[in-house]
Nanobody, 126 residues
Framework: QVVLTESGGGLVQPGASLKLSCAASDRSFSSTAMGWFRQTPGKEREFVAAIDWIGDVTYYSDAAKGRFTISRDAAKNTLYLQMNSLKPEDAAVYYC???????????????????WGQGTQVTVSS
């Protein structure tokens, strides 16, 4: 099972940008759709964005659309999430995850993702 490691979280002011990275432990990453989720205390894990295994098709939550961009670099086995115009409500622990099926078609359900990283904290506050 692929091991995923997120990085890039931190404390930023509202309106700032942040880029998260997710490093995968092996090349199975290059044949798997990937996603980003986030979670705050007491709430369920929330879909943010996903990208197909090639990198051609992307999916976004309504909250992320227009502000966040998901991308991947197969050569580096790395997934990214560029977050712009951050808002206090974007504060959460952000997780990357690998789709559990080869036939991923944009599901927002965490149950459709298998391997998960440990998460990286994003705090948005003035």
């Amino acid at each position: 099972q692929v091991v995923l490691t997120e990085s890039g979280g931190g404390l930023v002011q509202p309106g700032a940008s942040l880029k998260l990275s997710c490093a995968a432990s092996d090349r199975s990453f290059s044949s798997t759709a990937m996603g980003w989720f986030r979670q705050t205390p007491g709430k369920e894990r929330e879909f943010v964005a996903a990208i197909d295994w090639i990198g051609d098709v992307t999916y976004y939550s309504d909250a992320a659309k227009g502000r966040f961009t998901i991308s991947r670099d197969a050569a580096k086995n790395t997934l990214y999430l560029q977050m712009n115009s951050l808002k206090p409500e974007d504060a959460a622990v952000y997780y990357c995850a690998a789709a559990a099926t080869l036939y991923y078609r944009g599901s927002h359900d965490p149950a459709d993702f298998g391997s998960w990283g440990q998460g990286t904290q994003v705090t948005v506050s003035s």
